[in-house]
């Protein structure tokens, strides 16, 4: 298996545009995470889903984020408007108890 | 909700010395505790775990121990070794919702 695989690796944006970063989980894992990493805040939960559905959202900081998770193999991650306080490094981790972390996307707000 | 403390921030120990990591954690339902080895540039991976009916468990020279009743877990690195040099994490949860402590990052010196 690939790993859980996130694109795009980096992504640089103006304030105020959309983003969307997309999560590809490992095939048979039931639980799909979204943290958000700073050197301010560490690793943030920000919402996680299980067998595709939301189960805890309550780390999304505004309702400029949203996620959602159509099928067992797909997640994204939206921000509109971006703004610059969103730029951060952003993982998708799937699994169970033990998470499998992929490789971040780099945001970075102007 | 749970919140982990970690310490030290930051660790520099000399090749073939020990590291220890101490967190603590706050709510008294966690039973899960991993930890985690984040290098540059990717995202953070499973190196150890332990659960709370455990109060210790080894891995080739890494071990951790859990003090439930003080609620406190120790990562310990023995013959510390260049590669060993990253930021690592510790970690809690109750139900899948894995919250993290806020790092320390470990220089091991040649």
């Known amino acids: 298996d690939a790993g859980v695989i996130q694109s795009p690796r980096h992504e640089v944006t103006e304030m105020g545009q959309e983003v969307t970063l997309r999560c590809k989980p490992i095939?048979?894992?039931?639980?799909l995470f979204w943290y958000r990493q700073t050197m301010m805040r560490g690793l943030e939960l920000l919402i996680y889903?299980?067998?595709?559905?939301?189960?805890?959202d309550s780390g999304m900081p505004e309702d400029r984020f949203s996620a959602k998770m159509p099928n067992a193999s797909f997640s994204t991650l939206k921000i509109q408007p971006s703004e610059p306080r969103d730029s951060a490094v952003y993982f998708c981790?799937?699994?169970?108890?033990?998470?499998?972390f992929g490789s971040g996307t780099q945001l970075s707000v102007l | 909700g749970e919140n982990v403390e970690q310490h030290p921030s930051t660790l520099s120990v000399q090749e073939g010395d020990s590291a220890v990591i101490k967190c603590t954690y706050s709510?008294?339902?966690?039973?899960?505790f991993p930890w985690y080895k984040q290098e540059l540039g990717k995202g953070p991976q499973l190196i150890i775990d332990?659960?709370?009916?455990?109060g210790e468990k080894k891995d080739q020279r890494i071990a951790v121990t859990l003090n439930k009743t003080a609620k406190h877990f120790s990562l310990h690195i023995t013959e510390t070794q260049p590669e060993d040099s990253a930021v690592y994490f510790c970690?809690?949860?109750?139900?899948?919702?894995?919250?993290f402590g806020s790092g320390t990052r470990l220089l091991v010196r040649p």
């Open positions: 981790a799937s699994g169970g108890e033990k998470l499998f």
């Open positions: 095939s048979g894992h039931d639980y």
């Open positions: 889903f299980n067998n595709n559905v939301p189960i805890d």
């Open positions: 709510d008294s339902a966690s039973n899960y």
């Open positions: 332990i659960r709370s009916n455990v």
């Open positions: 970690a809690a949860s109750e139900s899948y919702k894995l919250i």
